[in-house]
Structures are given as structure tokens and as C-alpha cells.
């Protein structure tokens, strides 16, 4: 059961957001703060009174544009807590993603908030949660994820993209943008990850920067000792160390 602390400093949002976590089971408790001062505050008591104390937290909804301190800055003070609680981020802004789940965000929830989106971030913490418990007993047995399709997010809502249609993945940092026909979606996943779940799948590094489904490679291109492959209207550059290995996997796949 989670001990959970909303913070917005909109109290229709806030006191929305207290609505459907006091209605989700395995949310014991949620109360509500409407800065980030106040949220500080609140935590520090919890902290002084011990993980299994009465005002412990296990998580914070959070906010991002707030006056004073914002989310980014509340969430940046609690990397330098001792037992920090973990942090999801509810905002209406997309373009704070990546600096969300650099500050080791379990979850970021777009405005309006649907009640199975936040539902599915709730079960992201409660599993995080049990994983930093101590062992008692047999695991509870978990359904293996679909190795066919990978979640991503867009506009709050999670989709399910098959990896078939996946034409290429490009790497950010430690995240992997994946490209469809049908547009891209930014994913916090090192792309070396995806180079060995998909190996299998017909997929294969031609860049440190970029991984390629070989069935989505239109032509392969040799210009001036550079080698490049037509990936839909995208053309990519191929690294020499990689180039001879996927003439072969061409070659073998038009000959096989």
C-alpha cells in the first residue's frame, strides 16, 4: 500500500489528482500540498519520523510549473535526500521528459490526467516499491511482456508499437528514439538494449548512432568510399566498422 503526496499549486488539479489516487486500492493514503515549499516541508517530517513512521511517503505526484520552486527543482533537492520518495511527474508540458526521467522520474503523466494512465503509474511505483523489500516469500508470478510490440507514450496515452513497423531506433543520450512510417517516439532505453533484444528480429547496428530493421532498408548505397542505406526517405550513414558486416547480412537476406 502507498503512502502518496500530491503537489500542484492548481488547486482544481490538485484536488483531482487526490480524487483518483484516494480512489486507486493500493493507495493507503494521499494528501496534498500546493508548492513545492510545503511539499518540502512535509517530506522532511516524514523522513524525521522513519521509513515505517505515520508520516512516512512513498511517492510524489508532481508538478512542474509552480511560482517559487518548480517540480524540476523540488525533484533535483530530493536526489540529495537520504531516503528520497520516488517522484512522478503530472504536468500538461511534454517537452520536460527527458529532463524528468534524468532526475530519476518513475513516470511522467500528462494534463488532463485519465484515470488508467495514472493507474499505470501507480503500478510502476508499487512494483519499484516491492523490489527494495526485503525477500518473504515465493515471487508473485508476472506476465513477460509482448515481445512483438513496446510501449510508448504520446499525449498522455499509451500506445503499443509494433516492433515490425519500427523502421530505425537513434540514439540520445541514454534514451532511443524510435522511428515509424507513422512518426517517432522518444524512449528512456539505451539503444545498445534494443541492439540485443532485437538482434533476432532482423534488426543491426550500422552507426553508434543508429540501429536499422534490415527489412526496411531500400537501398544500399556506396559513394565515394562512404556507405549509406535509404531507410524509407531517410538516408543513413553507415560506419566503416559496421559496413562490411551488413553487406553481408543484405547479401545473405537477398541470396537466402
Given at each position: 500500500?502507498?503512502?502518496?503526496?500530491?503537489?500542484?499549486?492548481?488547486?482544481?488539479?490538485?484536488?483531482?489528482?487526490?480524487?483518483?489516487?484516494r480512489a486507486?486500492?493500493?493507495?493507503?493514503?494521499?494528501?496534498?500540498?500546493?508548492?513545492?515549499?510545503?511539499?518540502?516541508?512535509?517530506?522532511?517530517?516524514?523522513?524525521e519520523s522513519g521509513p515505517g513512521g505515520p508520516e512516512a511517503i512513498d511517492v510524489v505526484f508532481l508538478d512542474i510549473h509552480m511560482?517559487?520552486?518548480?517540480?524540476?527543482?523540488?525533484?533535483?533537492?530530493l536526489t540529495g535526500f537520504a531516503r528520497p520518495p520516488l517522484v512522478v511527474f503530472v504536468t500538461a508540458h511534454e517537452g520536460f521528459a527527458v529532463q524528468a526521467f534524468d532526475l530519476k522520474a518513475v513516470d511522467y503523466v500528462l494534463k488532463p490526467v485519465r484515470r488508467e494512465r495514472l493507474a499505470e503509474a501507480v503500478r510502476r511505483v508499487v512494483e519499484?516499491?516491492?523490489?527494495?523489500?526485503?525477500?518473504?516469500?515465493?515471487?508473485?508470478?508476472?506476465?513477460?511482456?509482448d515481445p512483438d510490440h513496446i510501449p510508448v507514450e504520446l499525449?498522455?496515452?499509451?500506445?503499443?508499437?509494433?516492433?515490425?513497423?519500427?523502421?530505425h531506433a537513434e540514439a540520445q543520450g541514454d534514451y532511443a528514439r524510435l522511428h515509424t512510417t507513422q512518426g517517432s517516439h522518444l524512449l528512456r532505453i539505451?539503444?545498445?538494449?534494443?541492439?540485443?533484444?532485437?538482434?533476432?528480429?532482423?534488426?543491426?547496428?550500422?552507426?553508434?548512432?543508429?540501429?536499422v530493421a534490415l527489412r526496411h532498408i531500400g537501398e544500399l548505397?556506396?559513394?565515394?568510399?562512404?556507405?549509406?542505406?535509404?531507410?524509407?526517405?531517410?538516408?543513413?550513414?553507415?560506419s566503416r566498422r559496421h559496413a562490411r558486416e551488413l553487406r553481408d547480412l543484405l547479401m545473405r537476406r537477398t541470396t537466402g
Open positions: 500500500m502507498l503512502r502518496a503526496l500530491a503537489v500542484d499549486d492548481e488547486k482544481p488539479s490538485l484536488e483531482e489528482l487526490l480524487y483518483l489516487l486507486d486500492p493500493r493507495v493507503s493514503s494521499a494528501e496534498g500540498a500546493g508548492g513545492a515549499t510545503e511539499a518540502l516541508r512535509r517530506i522532511n517530517r516524514a523522513l511560482p517559487g520552486l518548480d517540480g524540476l527543482d523540488m525533484a533535483r533537492l519499484l516499491r516491492a523490489a527494495e523489500l526485503p525477500d518473504t516469500g515465493p515471487p508473485i508470478p508476472v506476465h513477460e511482456p499525449g498522455g496515452v499509451t500506445r503499443f508499437v509494433a516492433v515490425d513497423d519500427i523502421t539505451p539503444l545498445s538494449t534494443l541492439e540485443e533484444r532485437w538482434r533476432a528480429r532482423g534488426f543491426v547496428r550500422i552507426h553508434r548512432r543508429h540501429l548505397r556506396l559513394d565515394a568510399g562512404t556507405v549509406s542505406v535509404l531507410v524509407g526517405e531517410v538516408e543513413l550513414q553507415v
